[in-house]
């Protein structure tokens, strides 16, 4: 079954330091996603990224992340100048644009994020 | 702006029991989901729910919307220990056909189920 999958699956950084998170998505999937859940805590939408633009974005969702999909298969996170609050479990996602498509977005299995 | 609520928050129950866990939302949506979050692991898709008295029933789980009433409910029936997990409700506050922009969580509702 086609799935999305994420690395790294753990990443240690010092703050201040620049950080990529790389995604595959599933390869018929146009909507791309990242979400981030700090732990212990909920689900939080960050961003959307559809047909090479971000389309949606939240309020953490600030000028230190950018998104990108440098090539036909992988969509990135990068954060700049990583904060201690930024530790978290950041969750890539993907759903199928299509005539009577669900909506239904399919997780990644997360980079766990921990700024020393 | 959305809010998502789920309830109750934890949730300890005996196997073979039955309970339902809630999910109410502020605002007009006829699109909400329902994930399983494992400790430590991802958000494993459950049901989708696209109108108003949908139903949906997988295994020991049912999962129903009630989109006036702005509710959704996870039934558990006969619960056993494989059912532990945690639960999130999602809705998507778009009203766009053709996939979602974003979803908004509710808090999820952490599920034991003791032997």
């Known amino acids: 079954e086609p799935e999305v999958t994420q690395t790294p699956s753990h990443q240690v950084t010092q703050m201040g330091q620049e950080v990529i998170l790389r995604c595959v998505p599933i390869?018929?999937?146009?909507?791309f996603y990242w979400y981030r859940q700090i732990l212990g805590q909920k689900v939080e939408f960050l961003v959307s990224?559809?047909?090479?633009?971000?389309?949606?974005k939240s309020e953490i969702f600030d000028d230190q992340f950018s998104v990108e999909r440098p090539d036909g298969s992988n969509f990135t996170l990068k954060i700049r100048s990583t904060k201690l609050e930024d530790s978290a479990m950041y969750f890539c996602?993907?759903?199928?644009?299509?005539?009577?498509?669900?909506?239904?977005?399919?997780f990644g299995e997360g980079s766990r994020l921990t700024v020393l | 702006e959305l809010k998502v609520e789920q309830n109750p928050l934890f949730l300890s129950m005996q196997e073979g029991k039955n309970y339902t866990i809630y999910c109410n939302y502020s605002?007009?949506?006829?699109?909400l989901y329902w994930y399983r979050q494992d400790p430590g692991k991802s958000l494993e898709s459950l049901f989708v729910?696209?109108?108003?008295?949908a139903v949906k029933q997988e295994g020991r789980l049912m999962a129903s919307l009630d989109t006036k009433a702005r509710l959704s409910t996870l039934h558990i029936t006969a619960a056993v220990h494989d059912l532990s997990a945690t639960y999130f409700c999602?809705?998507?506050?778009?009203?766009?056909?053709?996939?979602?922009?974003?979803?908004?969580f509710g808090k999820g509702t952490k599920l034991t189920v003791n032997p």
């Open positions: 996602a993907s759903s199928e644009l299509a005539g009577g498509d669900t909506g239904e977005l399919f």
């Open positions: 390869s018929n999937h146009l909507y």
């Open positions: 990224f559809y047909n090479n633009e971000i389309s949606e």
């Open positions: 605002t007009t949506s006829d699109r």
């Open positions: 729910l696209l109108s108003n008295g």
């Open positions: 999602a809705v998507d506050p778009s009203s766009n056909q053709g996939g979602s922009e974003k979803l908004v």
